[in-house]
């Protein structure tokens, strides 16, 4: 499983767009970019999953680059209620294990 | 649908005591797993299922057990709680293995005395 290394906090403010760029210089063929968010005292819960180029959802965009070595998780216009952790993790396609790091602390400000 | 539900929410053993917490799905999910998260750390693997009767040890099984009779239930047992144990513990259950997405119960928060 690929070893990801993010920010460990980060402060924004209301209405902003946050970018979290994680590494993973070790990423396997087959990993994929996982982000989950987790909420004080809440389990985390799936965000955005992504290969390579961009993904979007409804929620967030994934950018991961042509080399896979990095990727950033771009929020846009965020609220109060985004502040989370967001945790970065490179998940196989065939495993069964999530292998989570620190995650990065996100503060959204009035 | 419920989702994922865990219990107890919260609880209380003294060392060398026991019990078992359960975790439950409706979601008709194969693969359920048990984490847990200390302070200001993410998610560790206990153990996993990767369905009804089958059982596995993940990142860090030591001193606990786990047991899946029933598809919808996966139950985690410590024998004989130690300080180190105390713990979030989060269920998860997911329809496929590998990427696809793991859905977290809400946390059961122990304390050993």
């Known amino acids: 499983l690929a070893k990801t290394t993010q920010p460990i906090s980060m402060d924004s403010y209301e209405g902003q767009e946050v970018n979290i760029t994680c590494s993973h210089n070790n990423i396997a063929t087959n990993d994929y970019i996982t982000w989950y968010q987790q909420f004080p005292s809440q389990g985390p819960r799936f965000i955005i999953q992504?290969?390579?180029t961009k993904v979007t959802n409804e929620v967030a965009s994934l950018f991961i680059p042509a080399d896979r070595k990095s990727s950033t998780l771009s929020l846009p216009r965020v609220s109060l209620s985004d502040t989370a952790v967001y945790y970065c993790?490179?998940?196989?396609?065939?495993?069964?294990?999530?292998?989570f790091g620190g995650g990065t602390r996100v503060l959204v400000k009035p | 649908n419920a989702g994922v539900t865990q219990t107890p929410k919260f609880r209380v053993l003294k060392t060398g005591q026991s019990m078992t917490l359960l975790c439950a799905q409706d979601m008709n999910h194969e693969y359920m797993y048990w984490y847990r998260q200390d302070p200001g750390m993410g998610l560790r693997l206990i153990h996993y299922s990767v369905g009804e009767g089958t059982t596995a040890k993940g990142e860090v099984p030591d001193g606990y057990n786990v047991s899946r009779l029933k598809k919808q239930n996966f139950l985690l047992g410590l024998e004989s709680a130690a300080p180190s144990q105390t713990s979030v513990y989060f269920c998860?259950?997911?329809?496929?293995?590998?990427?696809?997405?793991?859905?977290f119960g809400p946390g059961t928060r122990l304390t050993v005395t």
């Open positions: 998860a259950s997911s329809r496929l293995a590998g990427r696809d997405e793991q859905y």
């Open positions: 992504g290969y390579k």
């Open positions: 993790l490179g998940v196989q396609a065939a495993g069964n294990k999530l292998t």
